[in-house]
């Protein structure tokens, strides 16, 4: 069963920065590739960020120059650093694997909060 829990949110301030912690298991990690997602309230789920099996990332126009995605094999886990965090990047943030085919197909993780205040 593939499961995903991330950790790492919280509260700060504009300015203020994150990691962000994603374990999966239930796949074999190393062999896919692995976004970041967000959803703000009132708003649908985006791609933040992901980075291929072999560590090619991207980044939504949105957080580039900001957000930096990487991924430790070993330990089956995937992070977002977060940097110069705005209230619009306030959201509950996932993870899973990329690409997905729609994200009601997928097993989604609770999330993990992250609030910043202005």
């Known amino acids: 069963q593939v499961q995903f829990a991330e950790s790492g949110g919280g509260l700060v301030q504009a300015g203020g920065s994150l990691r962000l912690s994603c374990v999966a298991s239930g796949i074999t990690f190393a062999n896919y590739g692995m976004g970041w997602y967000r959803q703000a309230p009132g708003k649908q789920r985006e791609l933040v960020a992901r980075i291929t099996s072999s560590g090619s990332t991207y980044s939504a126009d949105s957080v580039r120059g900001r957000f930096t995605i990487s991924r430790d094999n070993a330990k089956n886990t995937v992070y977002l650093q977060m940097n110069s965090l705005s209230p619009e990047d306030t959201a509950v943030y996932y993870c899973?694997?990329?690409?997905?085919?729609?994200?009601?197909?997928?097993?989604w993780g609770q999330g993990t909060q992250v609030t910043v205040s202005s």
């Open positions: 899973n694997r990329f690409p997905i085919v729609t994200f009601q197909s997928v097993t």
